[in-house]
């Protein structure tokens, strides 16, 4: 149950992260003075800004308060922002009131969305450990970056569906079905969350949040100098430079960049190539889950950052002609995220996922996801200016720049721990606290009446 309640509420991320895709497309199309390139990467950044807050806070929490905790909270966090911006409005008919409305609740549910980066995936991959572990890095794929990527399939599938039954003529009513859709999901698997058992690993290794006179906290310099070098490799292939500085922007303006280069900017067929655009880049997370064991996890990180590199330079360099022939110009186009897909998409949660031990795997997953998501945001503010005075184009280039900085910083930083036992990790760690002269307890109770697995305690004292 747990690595379903990880895998169908990542669902709706997905289709939150995705939503502004086509939203981009109906308000230019609605409110074409009012809804500036400002607005709309104010609009789009909002929701980045509080997946930044909700990482790294949610993920504290989740290594803190336990994993079933931060789930839930952040379930109810998506549940009413996305209700905000359904019934968003501005003061007096306000179209301004109206992108301010869509700026606080998109940033509410940034926030829940965020938070569910470190709760489910370190969920996952602790479930995914006890039950299959030689399988874990594919179920890992499977229940996470797979079902994040269909969202984006999703999203375009229910705007078209809408579109269809509504028209083009009611498009202020396409728009707010779209996010009332957004509602919907998170409340399918609220249920399941509250029935949801927290992972055995966790209830062994787990710091406990109230320690007894003259016991220590979270060791986090400890910490740090145990796991710097997997820090800047996690949190540097995921920073401002790499992944998400440039391909999350691709992801949200890809709706614009295929409107631009369709003649008149007709919107159901700019959903209908962006809906081929996500089918072409889904399977990219499939051959990843393949690869991950056989490769290794580092290996298949660095071929993906290669066929984004080589297909952001195709396109880039011949843009002008490319897109000229639209069905090759997408192809090209899904290629470049497909690979995307198969090594930053897939590894870079698993690798987070899999390099900390228990006890601090929220909190460290959380920060890497918070600087990727950091760079989304810078991304997304500078997409406009670079379209604007450099080309289009030159999205593409500096994408396939950032997949160079990509191959080095995953062959020199990011670890490799495929086939590795995480409960061996959670061994050492808790050894090397004890060398250090850390003095705590370690071991959480939660779940321990429904369970039929008890509960371990550990002491640390100095030796």
Not at 30 to 43: A, F, G, M
Not at 329 to 334: E, H, L, Q
Not at 353 to 369: D, H, I, K
Not at 385 to 400: D, E, S
Request: proline fraction near 3%; aromatic fraction near 10%; charged fraction near 15%.
């Amino acid at each position: 149950m747990t690595i379903a309640a990880a895998a169908f509420g990542l669902i709706s991320d997905g289709y939150q992260n995705n939503l502004m895709t086509m939203s981009n497309v109906v308000f230019k199309k609605l409110y074409p003075k009012e809804y500036t390139p400002d607005v709309s990467t104010r609009v789009s950044n909002s929701l980045l800004v509080g997946a930044v807050l909700g990482q790294i806070s949610v993920g504290l929490l989740c290594d803190r308060i336990g994993r079933k905790a931060a789930l839930v909270a952040t379930t109810l966090l998506i549940i009413v922002g996305a209700t905000i911006g359904t019934a968003a409005n501005g003061a007096h008919g306000s179209v301004q009131g109206l992108f301010w409305c869509l700026t606080v609740a998109r940033g509410i549910t940034g926030v829940g969305v965020g938070g569910e980066y470190p709760a489910s995936s370190t969920s996952a991959s602790e479930a995914a450990n006890e039950k299959v572990l030689k399988q874990r890095g594919p179920v890992f794929i499977m229940v996470t970056n797979f079902v994040l990527s269909f969202g984006g399939p999703l999203a375009v599938s229910v705007f078209l569906i809408v579109l269809s039954a509504a028209g083009e003529n009611h498009l202020s009513t396409v728009w707010r079905v779209c996010f009332g859709i957004g509602v919907l999901l998170p409340m399918t698997v609220f249920y399941f969350r509250m029935r949801m058992l927290t992972t055995q690993l966790f209830r062994k290794a787990a710091i406990k949040s109230e320690c007894s006179v003259g016991l220590e906290h979270v060791p986090y310099w400890l910490v740090v100098k145990r796991y710097w070098k997997s820090m800047i490799g996690t949190c540097g292939a995921w920073s401002v430079f790499l992944k998400q500085s440039v391909t999350f922007p691709n992801g949200v303006f890809s709706g614009t960049i295929i409107s631009s280069v369709i003649k008149d900017g007709d919107i159901k067929a700019t959903a209908e190539w962006q809906l081929l655009l996500g089918a072409i880049a889904l399977p990219g997370v499939f051959v990843g889950a393949l690869l991950c064991n056989r490769l290794g996890r580092r290996n298949t990180m660095i071929l993906g950052f290669s066929g984004y590199l080589v297909f952001g330079l195709i396109i880039g360099v011949a843009y002008d002609k490319i897109t000229k022939i639209i069905p090759l110009f997408i192809i090209f186009y899904g290629l470049m995220q497909s690979f995307g897909n198969l090594g930053p998409g897939d590894m870079l949660g698993l690798v987070s996922a899999e390099s900390y031990a228990t006890p601090v795997r929220g909190t460290c997953y959380g920060l890497s996801a918070a600087i990727g998501k950091t760079g989304a945001a810078v991304g997304t503010q500078a997409f406009t200016p670079i379209q604007t005075n450099l080309g289009k184009k030159w999205t593409f280039i500096i994408a396939a720049i950032c997949g160079v900085t990509g191959i080095l910083v995953t062959y020199f930083f990011v670890p490799d721990m495929t086939g590795v036992d995480l409960a061996d990790e959670d061994e050492k760690f808790l050894e090397y606290l004890k060398d250090n002269g850390w003095r705590g307890d370690v071991g959480d109770d939660e779940d321990a009446v429904v369970d039929d697995l008890s509960s371990e305690e550990v002491a640390i004292e100095k030796a």
